[in-house]
């Protein structure tokens, strides 16, 4: 097990986090298609191969998760994804789940799938080099929702994954995403995001997972986007923090939040706040995929082969996160 702290810790620490860029071909076509460029193979390794080769890979990023394409492919000098990577010190990751689906009985909500062979494509990443591993699952708040049924269904599933992956010698991350779509106000979203979570870990408990071996993957508690509440950064992170205080057992050694449609500012500054006020022992941090990427697929799209302006405007996002995670960002330093 201390094979596993010491991978979480490498991950987590030091003002570092994760870079999300293990959108599965879906949502990375999605992704292209609004900047007009083609979905192939080729250019999804270009830019994936461009972030990952940039300067804040060293100092920002301590864990990529990646998409099963990718951590199959080459770069362009030969070197695998993995250790292209590890080249800079960080830990190549997986997502394993294998999608959310509608969930029976509750044909408005998910069930993450993927659990059927798991112990094998483990095997399978860990020699590909993978030594932390990704499973989502989504859950919408509504009046209904999110169902008991959804909330154990999930939970389940999130702690089967988790004890398979200790078991093969990675770390699991858990990630519940309490989704920001809908009109609800920030309370709804601390009261359902607590239910989740506190659901998760009496899961992850009874499947005898090693919570110090893990890192939880949770959304802020924001007001819903079609919501009309607007929040200071200072008021969601006392909310956050108080939803992670009460829910989430203190062995769990760090907290890597999604950015889930926030701005990338937004998602540095209110990440800023959380650790300004940060009153546990977790160490909270980054594991973003929109709020690290958009500014720089959007500048890519206008010249897929200028490099270093990709770089350039990655490695700023990357410095605003990881400043943020260390409670040191300021919109001085945002704007320069
Ligand atoms: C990178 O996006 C991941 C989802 O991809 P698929 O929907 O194609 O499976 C997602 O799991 C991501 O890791 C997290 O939601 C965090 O991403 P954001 O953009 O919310 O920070």
Redesign the pocket.
């Known amino acids: 097990m201390s094979e596993l702290y010491s991978i979480t810790e490498k991950i987590i620490s030091n003002g570092k986090g994760i870079l999300?860029?293990?959108?599965?071909t879906?949502?990375m076509t999605k992704r292209l298609e609004t900047v007009n460029v083609k979905s192939t193979a080729e250019n999804r390794l270009l830019f994936r191969e461009t972030l990952l080769s940039s300067e804040s890979m060293k100092d920002c990023i301590g864990g990529v998760?990646l998409y099963d394409e990718t951590i199959k492919q080459t770069t362009f000098n030969k070197k695998t994804i993995p250790e292209l990577i590890e080249s800079s010190g960080a830990v190549p990751g997986i997502?394993v789940d294998t999608?959310a689906k509608v969930l029976a009985n509750s044909k408005d909500e998910k069930i993450t799938e993927g659990l059927d062979g798991l112990r094998e494509r483990l095997k399978e990443y860990y020699k590909l080099g993978a030594r932390f591993t990704?499973w989502?699952a989504v859950y919408v708040i509504s009046e209904k929702f999110p169902s008991k049924l959804a909330i154990h269904t999930n939970a389940q599933a999130l702690a089967r994954y988790a004890a398979l992956v200790q078991e093969s010698g990675m770390v699991p991350i858990v990630?519940p995403?309490v989704l920001m779509d809908g009109k609800h106000k920030a309370e709804d979203c601390l009261e359902k995001t607590s239910e989740v979570l506190k659901k998760c870990y009496d899961e992850l408990i009874l499947n005898k997972v090693d919570l110090k071996g893990t890192i939880l993957k949770p959304n802020m508690i924001l007001p819903g986007s079609a919501s009309n509440q607007k929040l200071e950064a200072k008021k969601i992170a006392e909310l956050t923090l108080k939803c992670l205080k009460e829910s989430v057992p203190t062995e769990v050694p760090g907290i890597a939040f999604?950015?889930?449609?926030q701005t990338e500012k937004e998602a540095a500054k209110n990440l800023n706040e959380i650790n300004k006020l940060n009153n546990t022992n977790f160490i909270m941090t980054y594991?973003?995929?929109?709020?690290l990427q958009q500014s720089a697929l959007k500048f890519w799209s206008k010249d897929i082969n200028n490099i270093n302006g990709t770089q350039k405007m990655f490695d700023h996002r990357a410095k605003m996160c990881s400043l943020a995670a260390q409670g040191k960002w300021t919109e001085e330093i945002e704007n320069k």
């Open positions: 999300a860029a293990d959108e599965s879906g949502t998760i997502k999608g990704k989502r990630e995403e999604l950015s889930g449609g594991s973003y995929g929109r709020a």
